[in-house]
């Protein structure tokens, strides 16, 4: 850790120019610096973990391309949203002092949670699934009348196209307290 700790330090001074100095582009220029390494020692057990055990057991339909892909896309989506919430993230910290920051930090992070629920719909999981409506049918019919039963906040139902990486398959909802999407996989007998 002192050892990455010198390296961004050195980084910060010969390629970020002043604009960048201070402790907390220090740190996120540490996290990302050390996060690299990690992931280059990872990656050969996830491809063992997709390509080999999943595959022997049926579940694995990715392509090397698209897990290729979404390793990717989630490393912009860290790099691009993680670096601006942890800057935030330090400067509350920071501006608050040893004393107070707990409160604001918590406030931060449940304002964070809540703009992430609703964006992640539209936003992000359009980059690694396609989702489209739930056509007429029987499960429609039954779940619309089940969430009106239990007074549950239903907005749409959705199908997602999640059988292009896995067999696996898992139905979810997502939303704010207000509309609830409910998402199924593409086999659940959905006619």
Do not use: C
């Not at 960048?20 to 390494?37: K, M």
């Not at 063992?48 to 999943?54: A, G, I, Q």
């Amino acid at each position: 850790m002192p050892y990455f700790w010198e390296i961004t330090r050195r980084w910060q001074e010969t390629y970020f120019g002043s604009y960048f100095q201070g402790e907390i582009f220090r740190s996120v220029l540490f996290l990302f610096a050390g996060h690299f390494p990690l992931l280059l020692l990872t990656l050969p057990f996830k491809l063992y973990s997709t390509f080999v055990l999943e595959e022997k057991f049926g579940f694995n339909k990715q392509t090397y391309g698209l897990f290729f892909k979404d390793i990717i896309i989630s490393e912009v989506l860290q790099l691009a949203l993680g670096a601006p919430l942890l800057m935030a993230f330090l400067k509350i910290i920071d501006y608050f002092g040893k004393q107070k920051f707990a409160l604001y930090v918590m406030i931060f992070l449940v304002v964070v949670q809540v703009v992430m629920i609703a964006i992640y719909p539209v936003l992000i999981q359009p980059l690694f699934n396609k989702l489209e409506p739930l056509k007429e049918g029987v499960v429609k019919t039954k779940t619309e009348e089940l969430a009106r039963k239990l007074k549950f906040p239903l907005g749409k139902l959705w199908v997602i196209d999640g059988s292009k990486r896995s067999a696996h398959s898992n139905a979810y909802f997502y939303g704010l307290p207000w509309s609830k999407q409910i998402v199924f996989p593409p086999k659940a007998g959905l006619t």
